[in-house]
Structures are given as structure tokens and as C-alpha cells.
């Protein structure tokens, strides 16, 4: 033990000797090696520690630091939402403040001047000498800073005075909000039980009719017409060899399988999707369930009749070579629509213009509303879709042009003029979501997500099918992690769950055109990065503009989830088939059977691009003035109970 003591001793003097000596060594290398290890280390550290305690500030401290900072934009008033007239009061006062306040930066700016005019008079004096001008200075030196002072004091009086009245604004208002949802739990609650009479129901509603309505007379007679033309206008048309439908290796899969993955798209995809407000789920699934099988019906009918009208256009331009040709393939022509699997798949794309179009709405459109959209808009989407594929033999096979890029138009040219003013925020308490709701919502995001290369490649040539599905998911893949990251990014280091919701599948939009199948994987990845960095940021940044500025209430983000995104996918179309020569290969696919137009295609897919502006514009407009006009939207919005029997757990 001794032995061990005295080994140890020695070794001690041989490290840290007693002269210290060793500490210039020591000092050295603290000062080279380990400082810039510590440094940033200690500099987080002490970051952390302040904004950890930036967030105790107590509210004495909050009000001194609010008191001193210059005077803002105030906040949105919001008494014209409900009828309070304390809340009309404080508002009223928050807004004298606030002039009070534009008047005292205004003194404050005008002294600031006349300070630096009275000292640039003083520099244009000749023959002052120096202490005299030094004097003059000071005295107005002094005189600034007095009546500075005196108005800092008066602002930071004010400014006082509005965080207190801000406060007690944003307290009112969260007990009104409490208020009314107890209400509403109550009376609901009372009326499923039958204990209101009918003197205490809310304004404006009506009593339960049975089944008597235009909603009702409308869908029944169009069910009827429908039926009627499926069995004297339609016929079977005989299915291709086998080679085409599951031919590996000229088809990803075989249509039926196709048009499952498109179908579940739209009914769960969709109706999901639309189920984000926390008391309107139910209409969200259910409407978009009913309306999508009638537009799939109409759909079918429409564009039957409009591939029959393209094809006798082409024909007749054979005219002047084959006369007697042109007459008997006319007179056969407007025989009878055909109906195949590629009819059905084109039959959901038209349901899906409609659905696109209902997202601006979403919540404020009754169901006879939503019934007249859809009589309307697929008309004008089967002319758009003649005009763009059988005259201009435009290419857009995904639908970034002719369903994405259209229907997000005509909804917003359409919400201009449906809503009036003074409804704007009308019931807006319900037009939030809920951690239900959202959970619903991004399972729909999701199932969006993992069909949507089916919806690209479903009509692709079949040498393309695969390269567009691949490129499609790759697109996919690039826009969900933009939208992550930008999500985080710009809303202040937390995920947005709306952003995610509506974003994501930004990539597959933009995929939708002829780029899809004529890039290479890297070109479909810059694609879906740069279409879902523009819907996030439109989200973040450019909604709330619109809504305030523009009146554009848009509840889905249509315009930046399907609009923004369409038109990335339409632009990189038309820029991808531009570069293009007439001898290349895309992919290994001779760009002749791809391009009708060859080298030219680009022109033809931006007139393409233009015409469904203006069309989708127009008719949007026109249906919007109808509405106005002829007045049939739901009393209460962004609510299932007024079109739904509902549960008694229903709040």
C-alpha cells in the first residue's frame, strides 16, 4: 500500500509539478483546442437559457415591453360577427387608440423635422463663430429631447392603455366563443329530445319536410334521363386482346385493376379529404360520395357525345381526299356512345373537375347547390377537353390542364360572386377544424397519395404507362418533404397539419401532364419539389391575402392545392415537350407517338392552357351571377345538421 502511495505521489509531481510550470502548457491548449469546442457550446447554452426564460416574462413585463415597441396595423375587428354591443364598444375604443396613437408618430415625425431644419439652418448662417453655433445646438438639442420625451410618454401611455383593452378583446371574445358553443350543445341537445318548441328554433330554420324539394326533384329527374339514355344511346365496346390489358410489357396492369385505384381515389381519397371541418364530416364524405356518382354518370354521357363529335371533326378534315368514307363513318359515328373501362376511368375524371370545384365551397354550399355545379361544369369540361385534345391535339393525360388547373379556376371565378359581402363570416366559429376531423382529413391525404400514379398512367400509351407511374411517385415523394420542411420552416418551427393535409400531393398534380412520362427521374423530382414548395408556401404566405383582400373564402385552398400545382405540371408540360426534337426519344419512346403536333406540340399545349382559362373563368363567372341571382345556399354553414339526421352525441 505505501509502495502504491508513493507511486502515485511521484507520478503526480511528474504531471503537475509544484513551480507550476505546467500551466502556460495547460493555458495553451485550453486557449487552441478546447476554447473553440466550448465556445459554441456556452454561447447555445446561454441562448437557450434566455429564451427559455423570455417565455415567464409576467404581465407587467409583457405590458413594459409591449408599451415601447412603435405602433402596428391593428387587428381584424370582429364585432360584425356577432351582436355584442360591450364588444362593439371596445372595439371602437381600441380603434380611437390607435388614431391617437398614428397622431403621435405623426408629432413625433414632424418635430424629428423641424429639429433638422432649425440645424440646417444654423450651418447656412455665415459668420457665426463656432461657441455661438455650439450654443444654439445644444438649446435645440435640448428643446428636441424635452418634447421627445414628453411624447414617448404620451405613446407609452397609449400604448398601454391598448394592450389593456386587446387583452380584455381577446378575453371577451374567448368567453363569447364558450358561451355560444354551450348553447349550441344545449339547443341541439333539446332538439333531438323534442323538448323546443317551435317558437325557440334559430332564425332562419326550417322544419323537417319529408323528402320534397328541389334537391330531391332535380337528382330524380336527371336519375330517370339517365336511365333512359344509357339504355336507347350506349352499347358495349368489345374488349381488346388480352396482350393490351394485362400485356406486361406494354401496360403497368389491366384497366379494371386501373380503375379501382382511381375509383377509391375519389370516393375515399377525396371524401376523406373534404371531412376537415370539425361539424361538417359527415357532409364532407356523404356529398362528395352523391355527387361523384352523378357526375360519373353525366360524365360519361358528356364525353361520349364530345369523342364522337372529335372524331367526326377528324374525319371531316379527311374530306377532300375521301368524301364517301367521311359519309359512311359520319353516319356511323352518332349511332350509339361506347361504354369500356377507359370510358369508366374518364367518367371519375369528370367527377373529379367537380369535386375539385366544390373544394372552394366546401361547407357553404347547400346540396342542390353542389347538384347545379355539376350539371353545369361538365359540360363546359367535356367542350374544353374537345376543344384542347380533338382540334388542338393537346396532350395532358394526367389532367393537370383539363381537371386540375380548370376546375380549381372555375371554383374560385365561381366563389367570387356566390358569397355575398355581408355573409363572408357568417357561422365562421364552425369553420375550424379538430383533432378528429384532421385525422380523417390526412387519411384521405394519404390514400390520395398512394393511388394518385394510377390517376397519371391510367390512360398513358402503353410503352409510357410504367415511366409516368414511377415518375409520378417519385414527384410525390419530393413534394411531401418540401411541404414538411417548409411547413416547419415557416410556421414558426412546428408542423402545419393543414399544409401537410393539402400539399403533399402537390407532386402527383404537377405530374400530370406529358411530363411524366418524357423526363427522367431527377426532372420528375424537381417538378414535385417545386409544386409542393408553391402550394406550401401559398398556404402560409398568399391565403390569408386573398381572403382579405379579394374576399376569396375558398375553404379547401382549392387555388393553391389543385390550381397552383396544375399549373406547375401544365408549364413543365409545355417547357418539357419544347426541348424535345422531333427525332428524340423520350424514355425510349419515339416522341412521334407521343406528340400529334411534334415539334410544335409546346404551342398547342399553352393554347390549350389559355382556353381552359377562359373557359373555366367564364362559366365559373356565369354560374356565380346564377347564384346571386337565384339565391338556394343552406342557412347555416359549415355544419352537418341542417341537411343531416344526426346522433344524439352530435356537438
Not at 372555375?410 to 385525422?439: C, H, P, Q, W
Request: charged residues 20%; glycine residues 8%; aromatic residues 12%.
Amino acid at each position: 500500500m505505501q509502495m502504491k502511495n508513493k507511486i502515485l505521489g511521484q507520478t503526480t509531481l511528474i504531471l503537475f509539478p509544484s513551480n507550476r510550470s505546467w500551466l502556460p502548457i495547460f493555458s495553451l491548449i485550453h486557449y487552441f483546442m478546447l476554447k473553440p469546442l466550448l465556445d459554441p457550446v456556452k454561447t447555445m447554452a446561454e441562448k437557450s437559457y434566455s429564451a427559455h426564460h423570455s417565455k415567464k416574462l409576467t404581465h407587467r413585463q409583457k405590458k413594459d415591453h409591449f408599451s415601447n415597441l412603435p405602433q402596428g396595423p391593428l387587428p381584424r375587428p370582429i364585432a360584425s360577427t356577432v351582436h355584442d354591443d360591450y364588444l362593439t364598444s371596445l372595439e371602437r375604443y381600441i380603434e380611437s387608440l390607435g388614431q391617437r396613437l398614428e397622431r403621435t408618430q405623426i408629432d413625433e415625425l414632424r418635430i424629428t423635422k423641424e429639429f433638422t431644419d432649425a440645424l440646417d439652418e444654423l450651418t447656412k448662417k455665415p459668420g457665426d463663430d463656432w461657441e455661438k453655433r455650439a450654443k444654439k445646438e445644444d438649446s435645440l438639442r435640448i428643446q428636441f429631447q424635452q418634447k421627445m420625451a414628453a411624447l414617448k410618454e404620451v405613446r407609452k401611455s397609449f400604448r398601454e392603455m391598448l394592450f389593456d383593452a386587446l387583452q380584455e378583446r381577446r378575453k371577451l371574445w374567448d368567453s363569447i366563443q364558450i358561451q355560444r358553443d354551450d348553447d349550441e350543445i344545449l339547443r341541439r341537445k333539446l332538439a333531438h329530445l323534442g323538448a323546443l318548441p317551435e317558437t325557440t328554433l334559430l332564425k332562419n330554420e326550417r322544419p323537417i319536410r319529408p323528402g320534397r324539394d328541389s334537391f330531391n326533384i332535380i337528382y330524380f329527374v336527371f336519375q330517370i334521363a339517365f336511365i333512359i339514355l344509357y339504355a336507347t344511346v350506349t352499347e358495349y365496346i368489345p374488349a381488346p386482346p388480352d396482350t393490351v390489358l394485362l400485356g406486361y410489357p406494354v401496360r403497368a396492369d389491366s384497366f379494371y385493376a386501373i380503375y379501382l385505384h382511381v375509383a377509391l381515389l375519389v370516393f375515399v381519397g377525396f371524401g376523406l379529404l373534404y371531412s376537415s371541418l370539425k361539424n361538417y364530416t359527415i357532409s364532407g364524405i356523404g356529398y362528395t360520395f352523391l355527387i361523384t356518382v352523378f357526375s360519373i354518370q353525366w360524365a360519361i354521357i358528356v364525353m361520349g357525345f364530345f369523342r364522337q363529335a372529335g372524331e367526326a371533326v377528324n374525319v371531316q378534315f379527311l374530306a377532300e381526299s375521301s368524301p364517301i368514307i367521311v359519309n359512311a363513318n359520319t353516319a356511323k359515328l352518332w349511332q350509339t356512345i361506347g361504354l369500356g373501362f377507359p370510358d369508366m376511368i374518364n367518367g371519375l375524371y369528370g367527377a373529379i373537375v367537380v369535386i375539385v370545384a366544390l373544394g372552394t365551397v366546401l361547407g357553404r354550399s347547400s346540396p342542390l347547390q353542389q347538384l347545379l355545379i355539376a350539371i353545369w361544369l361538365i359540360p363546359f369540361y367535356g367542350l374544353n377537353y374537345f376543344i384542347g385534345v380533338h382540334i388542338l391535339e393537346a396532350v395532358d393525360l394526367g389532367g393537370s390542364i383539363f381537371i386540375f388547373t380548370f376546375g380549381a379556376a372555375f371554383g374560385i371565378a365561381m366563389d367570387v360572386l356566390l358569397t355575398k359581402k355581408d355573409e363572408r363570416r357568417k357561422d365562421a366559429l364552425d369553420n375550424e377544424s379538430r383533432y378528429d376531423s384532421d385525422i380523417f382529413s390526412v387519411l384521405g391525404t394519404v390514400f390520395l397519395w398512394v393511388l394518385w400514379p394510377s390517376l397519371n398512367g391510367a390512360l398513358a400509351p402503353n410503352n409510357a404507362q410504367m415511366f409516368s407511374i414511377i415518375n409520378t411517385i417519385l414527384a410525390l415523394c419530393v413534394s411531401t418533404v418540401v411541404t414538411f420542411l417548409f411547413s416547419k420552416a415557416f410556421r414558426g418551427g412546428k408542423f402545419n397539419m393543414t399544409d401537410v393535409q393539402r400539399a403533399a400531393i402537390a407532386g402527383g398534380i404537377g405530374m400530370g401532364s406529358v411530363t411524366s412520362y418524357i423526363v427522367g427521374p431527377g426532372g420528375a423530382m424537381a417538378v414535385g419539389g417545386v409544386a409542393g414548395g408553391v402550394a406550401c408556401l401559398g398556404f402560409i404566405y398568399f391565403q390569408p391575402l386573398a381572403e382579405r383582400f379579394l374576399g376569396l373564402e375558398d375553404n379547401m385552398g382549392t387555388l393553391f392545392m389543385f390550381g397552383l400545382p396544375g399549373l406547375v405540371g401544365a408549364l413543365a408540360g409545355i417547357f418539357s415537350s419544347a426541348i424535345i426534337d422531333e427525332n428524340d426519344f423520350a424514355l425510349g419512346i419515339a416522341t412521334e407517338t407521343i406528340f400529334p403536333r411534334g415539334t410544335k406540340q409546346a404551342g398547342y399545349n399553352m393554347a390549350a392552357l389559355a382556353i381552359s382559362l377562359g373557359i373555366a373563368i367564364i362559366s365559373g363567372l356565369v354560374l356565380g351571377i346564377f347564384f346571386r341571382i337565384i339565391p338556394c345556399s343552406q342557412p347555416h354553414y359549415y355544419s352537418d345538421e341542417w341537411e343531416w339526421e344526426l346522433p344524439g352525441d352530435f356537438e
